[in-house]
Nanobody
Framework: QVQLVESGGGLVQAGGSLRLSCVASGSTFSRNVMGWFRQAPGKQRELVAT???????IYADSVKGRFTISRDNAKSTVYLQMGSLKPEDTAVYYC???????????WGKGTLVTVSS
């Protein structure tokens, strides 16, 4: 029932910026922990950033100071603002929703971000 749809990926030059969006449906968005993960070719999926329902955030060290996660509960949308992009940021970025009170993770299909040098 829960559906997540990411958008905003694409090709960008190193040093540029992109904003990813994830729209959630089928859940009470404001109760959920939202997060962004990414997976580069040949690597494990890794945490990029999360935001709790109360606004607490966690960032991977590799993106700290460059990326910002935010959420708009009225729009059931979570964003990832990415700046100072590097080629090593190239990956498929996935939106995740942790549904409360059931305690279930849901994943989007991903959106590809490619950073050229």
């Amino acid at each position: 029932q829960v559906q997540l749809v990411e958008s905003g990926g694409g090709l960008v030059q190193a040093g540029g910026s992109l904003r990813l969006s994830c729209v959630a449906s089928g859940s009470t968005f404001s109760r959920n922990v939202m997060g962004w993960f990414r997976q580069a070719p040949g690597k494990q999926r890794e945490l990029v950033a999360t935001m709790s329902s109360g606004g607490s955030t966690i960032y991977a060290d590799s993106v700290k100071g460059r990326f910002t996660i935010s959420r708009d509960n009225a729009k059931s949308t979570v964003y990832l603002q990415m700046g100072s992009l590097k080629p090593e940021d190239t990956a498929v970025y996935y939106c995740k929703l942790y549904q409360l009170p059931a305690g279930i993770n849901y994943w989007g299909k991903g959106t590809l971000v490619t950073v050229s040098s």
